[in-house]
């Protein structure tokens, strides 16, 4: 089985195809759009069988591609940014293709790993997780504001 390893961002895509024995076939940068997304599954047609090794599946910036993997239903597993951390210390470089690389080498070396399933309660989940965080720093920012006024109150009483 080609498994290919995916580094994810908001505005572009990379992916590594790697044989079972690790040996790198191909890799493609695409854009994060629709045009991307489409190349991406057409260049992964190229490698049969195959499956995904995706850094951070359920990042937002991720979810238009596994929308159109599951409608094709391919094999998706989820690598946590931490596993491919260590193969990034190893190897001591750091960029798009090495991290792709690096997100397939964590799924050759961890068959195990279950496959990634989308769960419309985890997405929901983490909206609302994001929006929280965002309430809770712009309700910080206003009480900094708030405190910064200048206290009119005692001004106010000694005109009086």
Not at 80 to 97: C, E, F, I, M, V
Not at 116 to 129: A, D, F, I
Request: proline share 5%; with cysteine.
């Amino acid at each position: 089985m080609i498994i290919l390893g995916l580094d994810p961002h908001p505005t572009t895509h990379t992916a590594v195809a790697l044989d079972s024995r690790g040996v790198t076939l191909d890799s493609l940068s695409v854009k994060n759009d629709s045009d991307g997304l489409h190349q991406l599954c057409a260049w992964s047609a190229r490698f049969e069988p195959h499956c995904w090794a995706i850094e951070g599946a359920g990042n937002r910036d991720v979810a238009p591609l596994l929308a159109l993997l599951f409608a094709r239903n391919q094999l998706v597993y989820h690598i946590h940014p931490s596993l491919t951390s260590q193969y990034r210390a190893r190897r001591g470089k750091k960029n798009d293709l090495v991290d792709a690389e690096n997100v397939a080498r964590v799924l050759l070396a961890n068959p195990e790993l279950p496959r990634y399933q989308l769960s419309t309660q985890r997405t929901r989940l983490q909206e609302l997780s994001r929006t929280r965080d965002k309430l809770a720093q712009q309700r910080k920012a206003n009480q900094m504001m708030l405190e910064a006024l200048p206290d009119t109150t005692a001004a106010s009483l000694s005109t009086a």
